[in-house]
Structure formats: C-alpha cells, structure tokens
C-alpha cells in the first residue's frame, strides 16, 4: 500500500514535472516563432527599402541621363559673337563690291577718255591737213609728220617736198573749219579707231584771193603709239 500510495505521487510528481516542463518549453516556442515573424518583417523591410533605394536610383539614373546624353552636343554660339560675325560679312561683301565698282568706274574712265583722245587726234589730223599758208608750209608739213604713223606718214613723208614747193609757187593758202566730228561705233578697239570728220575748207591763191568754201568729208583712222594717238590713214569720203 505504501508503493501504491507513493506511486501516484510519483506520477503525479512525474507528470508535474512533465507539465512544467512542456510549459517551459512553450514560452521558448512563441518567443521563436516571435523572432521568427520579427525577422521576416525585417527582411521585407530590406526588399522594400532596397526596392525604394533602386527606384531612387532608377530616377537619378534617369534624370543624370539626359545631361551625359546632352554633354556632347556642341555649345550655342552667344548673340554677341553672331553679330560680330555677321558684322565681318557684311564689311568683306561692302569692301569687295566698293572695289569692284571702284575698278569698273576706273575702266568706264579710261574707255571715255581713250574715246577722247582718238576723236581729238582725228580731228586735229583734218585741221592739219587743210589748214596750209604758203609762208609756213614746212612748219605745217611738220606737224602734219608729227601727228602721223604707219604707211600714212611713209606716204606723205615722200610728198611733202613736192607739196610744199607747189604751195609756196602757187601763194596757196587754205583754213579748215571742223563743222562735225564723230567716232565710228564698230571701228573703236582698244588700239585705235575710225574718225567721220565734216571740215569746211576755204582756199585762197594769187589767181584766184576769194574763192567760196567748200565740204570735205573725211575718215582718219587713228592709231594708239605707246601713250599717245595717231593718223595712221586719210580717206576722202563722198
């Protein structure tokens, strides 16, 4: 009786035993399963601020992106340089049609007195050639010689003793008046050109003191010799 008296106390000891140890046991099971919950929010919390921290990332990669991608572009030119060049343009395109104008108004000069120049010879060539007073017949032959060239002087050269000794027998003595003088269009070149002379010529001798005047008309080519101008021929024209 005392064995079976004292078993069930020993069961009874045993199984307060074994509670206690099972209800020690449990707080050690709900404080893991506590750690565990406590971590798994910790690693959510990780992938979400990881989440966040490469959003962000992704938004500042994005942002930065369009600066690198802008970077090579070339800078804009400042207003300040545009106009400065715009300004050099503008002086180089004045300078160059100043001087080509200035170069076309030198040749426009240079033709219209070159033009001058022949008409004045031409017509100085027919005064020449009608104006003859006996008593100065070699000096006016002589300047007839001076203002000539070509065959024109070769053929006059070899005339002009004859001519002056019948001029000084005869007491001849002619004045020529220009009444009109022109330049041929087609005949002007760079050398020369054509002079249409209308010249008045009133004669006078020792047979016959008043004679009525008479028109020639003349066509003198001139010549350019060097810097000067010449009678290179004469043509009477009807």
Do not use: C
């Not at 004045?175 to 002079?195: C, F, K, M, R, W």
């Not at 005047?213 to 001139?222: A, D, E, G, N, T």
Request: aromatic share 6%; charged share 25%.
């Amino acid at each position: 009786m005392a064995d079976d008296a004292a078993s069930p106390e020993g069961e009874l000891s045993k199984s307060t035993a074994t509670e206690e140890t099972s209800s020690a046991a449990e707080p050690d099971s709900g404080g893991s399963e506590t750690a565990e919950v406590a971590e798994t929010e910790k690693a959510m919390d990780g992938d979400t601020d990881g989440k966040e921290d490469s959003a962000d990332y992704d938004e500042e990669a994005d942002e930065e992106a369009p600066d690198e991608e802008a970077a090579p572009a070339k800078p804009r030119m400042s207003h300040l340089r545009l106009a400065t060049l715009a300004g050099l343009v503008v002086v180089v395109a004045l300078a160059g049609l100043t001087g080509w104008l200035g170069f076309r108004t030198y040749q426009s000069h240079q033709t219209d007195q070159q033009r001058k120049l022949f008409l004045q010879v031409g017509r100085q060539g027919a005064l020449n050639l009608t104006t003859i007073d006996w008593q100065q017949a070699d000096a006016n032959v002589q300047r007839i010689l001076d203002s000539a060239t070509g065959t024109f002087y070769d053929d006059f050269q070899k005339r002009s003793q004859p001519f002056i000794e019948v001029v000084k027998q005869a007491h001849s003595k002619s004045v020529g008046t220009i009444a009109e003088a022109g330049l041929e269009p087609n005949s002007i070149t760079d050398n020369g050109a054509q002079v249409l002379v209308a010249v008045t010529v009133k004669t006078s001798n020792a047979g016959a003191p008043d004679q009525q005047p008479r028109s020639w008309r003349m066509r003198i080519s001139v010549q350019k010799v060097g810097d000067e101008a010449k009678v290179s021929n004469v043509e009477f024209v009807p």
